[in-house]
């Protein structure tokens, strides 16, 4: 019965930490981005993130996206600095193709920062890449 069943595997998604200068407030900040890399749109994009550690833990945020189109990203949120020690978690659901996919993707604790950048598919820029 178990081995009926297919888990499809997720490819071309990603969740990245970025740092980015908000314009308001005049400063630079991190937040989460969700990057489909695909030539296909994602329908019904899930997210559900959270951070943990030892003897912390945020709340759960949920967020929804309709539609996610090809080679795009969308914001998630804004990853307060106090949130960059725990584990932070994004676990994304979606449907690709009537098919529905899920992932988690975790930053390990303190691996948010600038020694970590690498290029960030889609988006252009320098940031912190789980895939």
Excluded: C
Aim: proline letters at 3%.
């Amino acid at each position: 019965m178990k081995k009926d069943i297919e888990i499809p595997k997720v490819e071309g998604v990603y969740v990245a930490a970025v740092k980015v200068f908000n314009k308001d407030l005049n400063v630079d900040e991190w937040n989460a981005y969700i990057i489909n890399d695909k030539d296909i749109d994602l329908e019904m994009v899930l997210i559900v993130s959270k951070g943990l550690s030892k003897d912390k833990k945020t709340a759960v945020m949920r967020h929804k996206l309709e539609k996610l189109p090809a080679k795009s990203f969308a914001k998630i949120e804004y990853l307060q600095d106090e949130v960059l020690a725990l584990v932070n978690t994004f676990e994304v659901s979606f449907f690709e193709d009537n098919k529905m996919f899920d992932k988690s993707f975790v930053f390990k604790s303190n691996t948010i920062n600038e020694k970590a950048y690498q290029p960030i598919p889609t988006m252009g820029v320098q940031g912190v890449l789980v895939k």
